[in-house]
């Protein structure tokens, strides 16, 4: 299939056309003047068909694209329930052939009913929308036909996640979403019987982790939820009727695990498990959809190997100036990378213990907030809740830390802050843990994820007007935006520019760019294990524990590691492409607010927004 990625549609729809020829204002000098004006008339009449036919086009554009989203729900419940759309809660689609044709046939569909508006009669918010609606029907129709994780990715099947969100979510009275619960139980074991008859030949690391988050998928089920159930307002038939379900629902995770762990076993036996590597063409392909860039995964590839080497430069002048500090009577090893690796293990001492580690992350929350605040980077909202939790168990084995924010449907609802169970670990991995994640690193990671980074992000997102450019999310734009919060953080001051904060932030800086290197080589260059520790621990100055955690990461995804550094440094050099033009009226927080008021969207179609409002109107009036 040909690939086609919203970035080069958003090139071409946005194309503007020529000026339009106007009519000569000389006229015959013995042209009666009715006709000239009956002319002039009728030219103006032409002039406003376009316009007409633009408003009409663009109607037909917000209805069809309302119409998608409210077929996309029932297709995607838990999708929907993720954002907030809570009427399809109680459904749960069964994941079987005629499910995934009534999918493809959806894809279809809509792409051919989308591929017939003209670009050019839609408003800059319809043609980029539009962008994004083809890009995610075309990734749609080459997963089910092409990329098929549905016969090779068990960790795909998991039904907890829905369920949680109804659960933990305020969005009904708790009865109401205990029988909402109930019914969508009695798909369950029908859901596990569909996964089993589609999984041919299963990558291991995707097994492994399928078998661990489907374990930890019990606790949504367990007996705090019988509790609940015995302390509502459910009538006792009710109860009866929800502790049957529950029973077999239960049942039906127990044998899709021991499934998979007899799979396992069987396979491990023969070595006959599917390479979990894609290879380059199909990278490229999934690279394409999942990062809407303008360069390939090579390209990136290829860039992120030149930043390595200068954030080495960078690291090398800070460790010169730390040495006398922490090291006054040892020589200065000639290696500068082992001279650096000298001075951050020296750095990484200072750490919580992994009994305070939740603890300090919320301790931290409210002095990012105020200097953000202090520093007017952007405003914030302060009703939106963030709750800091330990990661659930169906969701851990991917992560250290994570997420969960509320969709546009349901925007005052919690945002959770996942972090690892630290306190769980052995002590050898809670100490080299707590080593990466250092008093230093601790912040950078905070920043990231909650203030100002993908929590804020996530936040303005919901403001958006577009649904579609909130619901078709670009990670590069989402994961870029929380690693330049890290940066811009720093550059305003947070710190205070000690170096020892600046030495860990080009060390976490480097894990972005490590992040690309390590997709690429592992998904396309064959890279081994050893060899991916070794670049990790060597080049990145990752701690073991951090490492063996990204590695697997590594062989459970494909392309998303890539999402940091591209979204990162498209970031950064719209920021400065704007300043140039703005020269001294550029404001900072102005920038960070109207770049967030696009939603999701990728950062070059945002870049084309903010630019084509800057030519109309100074940035500070967008």
Not at 334 to 339: A, H, P, S, V
């Amino acid at each position: 299939m040909k690939q086609v990625t919203a970035i080069l549609l958003f090139a071409s729809i946005l194309c503007a056309c020529g000026p339009k020829d106007t009519p000569s204002e000389k006229t015959d000098a013995n042209t009666p003047q009715t006709l000239v004006d009956q002319s002039a008339t009728e030219s103006a009449a032409e002039e406003e068909k376009p316009s007409r036919r633009a408003t009409v086009n663009e109607e037909t554009f917000e209805r069809l694209s309302a119409q998608m989203i409210e077929r996309m729900w029932q297709l995607f419940p838990t999708w929907a329930i993720s954002n907030g759309y809570y009427k399809v809660a109680s459904e749960l689609q069964v994941p079987d052939n005629h499910y995934r044709r009534a999918v493809l046939s959806f894809a279809r569909d809509y792409l051919n009913q989308f591929s017939g508006f003209d670009p050019q009669t839609l408003s800059a918010g319809a043609r980029t929308d539009l962008a994004l609606i083809i890009n995610f029907l075309n990734q749609t129709i080459w997963k089910l036909t092409e990329f098929k994780p549905h016969e090779w990715n068990p960790a795909d099947y998991n039904v907890s996640h829905g369920f949680a969100l109804i659960l933990n979510t305020d969005y009904a009275p708790l009865d109401e979403r205990l029988r909402t619960f109930s019914e969508r139980l009695t798909k369950v074991p029908a859901y596990y019987a569909a996964a089993e008859k589609t999984l041919k030949n299963p990558a291991a690391p995707q097994l492994i982790l399928a078998i661990q988050q489907n374990e930890g998928a019990k606790s949504v089920f367990g007996e705090s939820l019988e509790s609940q159930i015995e302390d509502s307002g459910l009538s006792p038939r009710e109860q009866e009727q929800f502790l049957s379900r529950l029973k077999a629902a239960r049942k039906a995770i127990d044998e899709y695990v021991v499934f998979l762990q007899t799979m396992h076993s069987k396979m491990a036996n023969v070595e006959s498990f599917r390479d979990f590597r894609i290879g380059e063409e199909q990278y490229e392909q999934k690279f394409g959809y999942d990062i809407q860039i303008s360069m390939s995964g090579k390209s990136l590839y290829e860039r992120a190997l030149r930043e390595k080497d200068r954030l080495h430069l960078k690291m090398d002048e800070l460790a010169d100036k730390l040495w006398p500090k922490y090291f006054p009577d040892e020589k200065r090893p000639t290696d500068i990378l082992e001279k650096i690796h000298k001075v951050l293990e020296k750095l990484s001492l200072n750490h919580a213990t992994k009994e305070t580690f939740k603890a300090e992350v919320e301790k931290q929350i409210p002095e990012l907030v105020a200097f953000v605040k202090e520093k007017d980077l952007l405003s914030l909202d302060e009703e939106k809740p963030l709750v800091v939790r330990t990661t659930p168990p169906y969701m851990r084995g991917f992560a250290i830390a994570s997420i969960n924010a509320p969709g546009p449907y349901d925007k005052d609802a919690n945002t959770y802050y996942n972090v690892m169970p630290v306190a769980e670990l052995a002590d050898d991995r809670a100490e080299s843990f707590l080593r990466e994640y250092n008093t230093y690193l601790m912040q950078i990671l905070n920043i990231h994820e909650a203030i100002p980074g993908h929590y804020t992000q996530l936040v303005y997102a919901n403001q958006s007007p577009s649904l579609i450019k909130n619901i078709l999310g670009n990670g590069a734009m989402i994961e870029g935006w929380a690693v330049y919060t890290e940066r811009m953080m720093l550059e305003a001051g947070y710190g205070n520019f000690e170096p020892e904060l600046w030495m860990m932030y080009y060390k976490w800086n480097l894990r972005t760019v490590i992040n690309t290197l390590l997709d690429y080589s592992i998904q396309v260059k064959g890279m081994t294990e050893q060899e991916a520790l070794d670049m990790m621990m060597k080049q990145g100055f990752q701690q073991k524990t951090e490492a063996l955690g990204k590695w697997r990461r590594a062989t459970l995804s494909q392309v998303q590691l890539t999402s940091y550094f591209a979204g990162y440094m498209d970031i950064m050099e719209l920021r400065d492409e704007i300043k140039e033009k703005m020269g001294d009226a550029f404001d900072l927080k102005q920038f960070h607010e109207t770049f967030l008021s696009y939603g999701n969207a990728p950062v070059p179609v945002i870049r084309e927004l903010m630019l084509a409002k800057l030519e109309e109107k100074p940035l500070d009036e967008l």
